[in-house]
């Protein structure tokens, strides 16, 4: 075994394998609680889409599993190692190696975070509208491989309906292209929506070419100000310029009601000041 691992340590960079027992642990599951994660023979960092074709190019030669991982954000077990597998991160692959406002697309490595693909798009007028509730922790390769969504899904649909193309390892470190650049491609197989959501068994994605929308002047308006605040992460104030003024003043339990509901309170108070004036004594 020692063998092997020193045969994949000698063609990748410094640094790249560990099998320190502490590293391993910190990648061996993710974040869910019901699968039960295995030992792994050693961690890749990788760095380029060179080292994940040697490395599975490695394992498909010594008959080595490899469970890719991203963000390590998941809850259904999909980046959680078996035992003796090569636990493949490529967080470290988080280069934006584009944004073309004109054509409306930005090209990613699976290690860019989605919030800073999105605040690199929104330096243009652009947004990167798929949005899981881990947009801030979670990756490109990841949100890809699952088909993420999140909450602009109802409006932009979900991960595969923003990706134009992919740049796909397959077993054996055969580096595959699909896709294309424009926004209509009609000719051939689909296989980019079919490597979109496949968990890294059909391949494992290291770039991908992805669709970019305008990005709207404001967020809607919501009455409760609950949906606008969290995709402002938590710090948004209230929306209502009246009620931020002070017009709303507080009632007697110390929260402020809509207008609606104070006229409601005093059309009460009013009656019962009515019935009292009329009762005797």
């Known amino acids: 075994m020692t063998d092997q691992l020193d045969a994949l340590r000698a063609v990748l960079p410094d640094g790249r394998l560990s099998t320190d027992p502490d590293v391993m642990e910190a990648y061996r599951r993710d974040q869910t609680t019901v699968v039960t994660p295995g030992q792994p023979r050693c961690v890749v960092r990788a760095g380029s889409t060179r080292d994940v074709l040697v490395t599975l ?39 934006i190696r584009e944004v073309d406002p004109a054509n409306e697309l930005a090209v990613a490595e699976a290690g860019v975070l989605n919030a800073d693909l999105d605040r690199a798009a929104a330096a243009h007028g652009l947004m990167y509208a798929p949005d899981p509730s881990s947009f801030e922790i979670s990756t490109i390769g990841g949100n890809l491989a699952t088909n993420a969504g999140g909450l602009r899904c109802v409006k932009y649909r979900v991960s595969r309906d923003a990706v134009l193309g992919l740049e796909v390892v397959l077993a054996g470190g055969r580096l595959l292209r699909t896709g294309r650049r424009t926004m209509k491609g009609v000719t051939g197989y689909d296989l980019t929506s079919l490597l979109v959501g496949s968990e890294g068994t059909l391949g494992i994605i290291t770039s991908a070419t992805l669709r970019l929308r305008p990005r709207p002047a404001r967020y809607p308006p919501d009455r409760r100000g609950g949906l606008c605040r969290v995709r402002r992460g938590g710090q948004g104030g209230d929306r209502h310029p009246r009620r931020a003024a002070g017009a709303e003043p507080a009632g007697a339990d110390g929260q402020r009601h809509p207008a609606r509901y104070r006229r409601l309170e005093g059309d009460r108070l009013r009656r019962w000041r009515a019935g009292a004036a009329d009762r005797p004594g």
Not at 67 to 79: E, I, K, N
């Open 57 to 95: 190019d490695w394992a498909q030669r010594h008959g080595v599993p490899v469970v890719p991982r991203g963000g390590g954000t998941s809850l259904a077990g999909g980046a959680t190692a078996i035992d003796g597998c090569v636990v493949l991160s490529l967080e470290r692959m988080d280069s």
